[in-house]
């Protein structure tokens, strides 16, 4: 048994689902560990696409288990549309389901918190996706958060809610001078979702225990990216979890050395969205060309996604603090028909060359990118299946990033349809 965590380690978005979906092939089961439906993975199956927000990319193929970990933020209305949504697909994803007792439950005054504390952050807002994640996490490490257990008792649930939200209605109201959110409603909306939701709820790290024991493999699905994660982002123009590799454990219930290969997934340049510091965008017609070949609109929002270079300088902290030891490289194809390639090796800061990012956004703000400039290619990436078939500049591109950051290149993605994809080694396959 082998298992693999895939994690995106720049600002998500890297194509994770895609890859994640694919390698179903040799899995058994795919568990989230982190975020919410902030996330938005996109796959595309036969010219059909599908974006799951907080299934995980096991879904599409029969017979794989997807668990949702107590690490996930869980928004019940949104599960309920994202099971109808692919049951008109004629995918029952329910026999297959399961979500953690500990998953801290997503409540419409998340929501709204989520709301007004970006508006009131004025110039400096975050730019979050709106879905009440970082305030659901509050109310977690705050110990006042209602967590799926809590559904098992009906009793319990709506005493533990009369409470928390007499609180949170108070600096809504008062604080925010917001609108507060209706506790009646809130219940019966919430009781309505119990009934959908009761059988799906159940142990999900003893789960993942017996299916270790038994010899199946797991994938581990990251969402965000490296750079957007609570500790080693751009704080505080992050999301509100850990997005790195350790939380694959304490997010699923698993021991750290269950864990498997951790798979870094890259985007062969880079995107962002929302505010915060991003050095190597490009606002030029380079920038152009990515955001219009790349296709950059937001999964979950619809936002425009900023462009820029790859960052070598932002990947090697990536590899450093999750422990990476296979890249996987998405949308190499975007690049096809530059005249020119560009990475980020390293920045100066403060009169200092420096080769990781420093902590802190006002300190990345201050860091200017060094750039190494490699020719571009005009023989098409896109949709090439053989290694031996990528033209010579590319290559010469993948291993300068596999040199740099000294780690291989294992997986390489030159199209959003699942079969557009290069994988040299298995992270399933024991290496
Ligand atoms: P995720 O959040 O990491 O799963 O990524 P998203 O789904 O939000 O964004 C990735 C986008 O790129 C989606 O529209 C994918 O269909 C698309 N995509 C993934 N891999 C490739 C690739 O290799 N080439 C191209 N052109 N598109 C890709
Ligand atoms: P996937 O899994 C890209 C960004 C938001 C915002 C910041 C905080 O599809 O890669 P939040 O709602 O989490 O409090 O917002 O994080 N963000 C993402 N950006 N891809 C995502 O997920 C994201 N999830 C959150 O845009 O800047
Ligand atoms: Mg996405």
Redesign the pocket.
């Known amino acids: 048994m082998v298992n693999a965590v895939l994690l ?1 380690v720049q600002w ?7 890859v994640v979906d694919l390698l179903t092939e040799r899995a058994d089961a795919v568990v989230r560990f982190q975020g919410g439906h902030n ?4 796959l ?1 199956i036969e010219g059909v696409k599908t974006v799951l927000h907080l299934i995980p990319s096991g879904a599409m193929r029969e017979g794989i288990e997807c668990l949702i970990g107590n690490g996930v933020v869980v928004d019940l209305q949104h599960l309920i549309r994202e099971i109808d949504s692919l049951k008109k697909r004629d995918i029952d994803i329910t026999e297959r389901l399961m979500i953690s007792l500990g998953c801290p439950l997503i409540l419409p005054y998340h929501v709204v918190l989520d709301r007004v504390r970006d508006e009131a952050r004025g110039k400096s807002a975050i730019g979050t996706t709106g879905r009440g994640i970082g305030p659901c996490y509050e109310d977690k490490v705050a110990r006042r958060g209602l967590r799926a257990a809590d559904l098992l008792d009906e009793k319990v649930f709506s005493d533990k809610l009369e409470q928390v939200m007499e609180y949170h209605n108070f600096m809504i109201s008062n604080y925010y001078h917001s609108e507060s959110v209706d506790y009646q409603n809130t219940l019966e909306v919430m009781l309505q979702a119990r009934e959908a939701v009761l059988p799906l709820i159940g142990d999900v790290s003893a789960r993942l225990n017996a299916l270790c024991q038994s010899g199946k493999s797991i994938i581990f699905e990251g969402a965000q990216g490296m750079m957007l994660d609570i500790d080693h982002g751009t704080y505080p123009y992050v999301t509100s979890s850990n997005t790195v590799s350790a939380a694959a454990s304490c997010g699923s219930g698993i021991g750290l050395g269950q864990v498997g290969n951790v798979v870094g ?1 890259i985007k062969a340049y880079t995107t962002r969205v929302g505010s915060g510091p991003f050095p190597t965008e490009s606002l030029d017609s380079y920038g152009m060309h990515l955001a219009r070949q ?2 950059e609109f937001g ?1 979950t929002t619809g936002r425009p996604r900023r462009c820029g270079w790859l960052d070598i300088a932002a990947l090697r902290r990536a590899v450093q603090v999750c422990g990476i030891n296979a890249l996987c490289m ?5 690049l096809d028909g530059l005249d020119k390639v560009r990475l980020c090796i390293g920045y100066q800061c403060r009169g200092e060359q420096i080769d990781l990012p420093p902590y802190g956004a006002e300190n990345l703000e201050q860091c200017e990118p060094i750039y190494e400039e490699m020719p571009g290619w005009d023989i098409p990436t896109a949709g090439l299946r053989n290694y031996a078939e990528i033209p010579e500049p590319a290559l010469a591109y993948l291993d300068r990033v596999a040199e740099l950051l000294e780690r291989p290149v294992t997986i390489i ?4 349809g699942r079969d ?1 994809t290069i994988i040299l080694q298995h992270p399933l396959e024991a290496g």
Not at 12 to 18: H, L, P, Q
Not at 39 to 42: C, F, I, N
Not at 330 to 334: G, I, N, R, S
Not at 413 to 416: N, Y
Request: net charge negative; no cysteine.
């Open positions: 995106g998500g978005d890297e194509g994770k689902g895609k996330a938005g993975h996109t595309v997934v790349g296709n999964a998405t949308k190499l194809d975007v993605s030159t199209g959003a557009e």
